[in-house]
């Protein structure tokens, strides 16, 4: 009774995540000019529309710029501080962690609020760099995660046997711990690029008159002009996300992989 019970609840919360984004995605692809469900025929056209206008690849490009930065800023500085945490925090370890995963859980519109006023006095407001900074705070945490779970794992006495053998603390984190850890730290920085790409509120706060995100024209267009063309962007948005989430589920299988001892 207990399994029954448990795979009618997850298929339950299956449906409650997934319904919308099946009713929205059909949409796509539907020959009316406005949002219909069921679909109107079929027809790619809002696609090539899409593509097809330079205020939408401008966006477009200007999320990609973003998300690739904001990926190489929140891979770095998150490596570097799940390995401090791990191999020298001491007793503030705790304490460090749970300020670096704040973001998580503290609502968007309220960092969003914050990065706002602060950007403003700071000159940042409506700039690349201030874009980049704001996404990496909320995507450094999931870096953190994803290389802390990969660095629990690796033998610290590694790390001194290389240095016993004259090399500095540097080598022998890149010789020997980074090798081990890659496929996590490339987990961690699909992670952040996806989740800078799909940003919308903070994008929201931080726009400037010429340069916006995706996510912030898709409003844009949803308050004067909703037509089909948002849901082609939906569901390119979404294969994208589907493909991360494949790339970083067999990075993880790889990571867990190179763990195992040999032999097994």
Known sequence: MRPRLLDAAVAAI???VLLPILIVLPMAFSETTYLAFPPKGFTTQWFHEFFDDRRWMGALRF?????????????????????ALLRGAGAIGTVFRALLVGPIVVPHIALAVALYLFFQRTGLGGTRLGYVLAHAVIAMPFVVLTVTAALASVDPALEDAAMICGASRFTSFRSVTLPLILPNVVSGALFAFIISFDEPVVAFFLAGIRDKTLPRMMFDDIEQNLTPVIPAIAVLLTGLSVAVLISAALLRRLSRKNAAPAGE
């Open 14 to 16: 299956l449906a409650f």
């Open 63 to 83: 999320s990609l710029e973003i998300a690739a930065a904001t990926a190489f800023l929140a891979t770095l500085v998150g490596t570097m501080a799940a390995y």
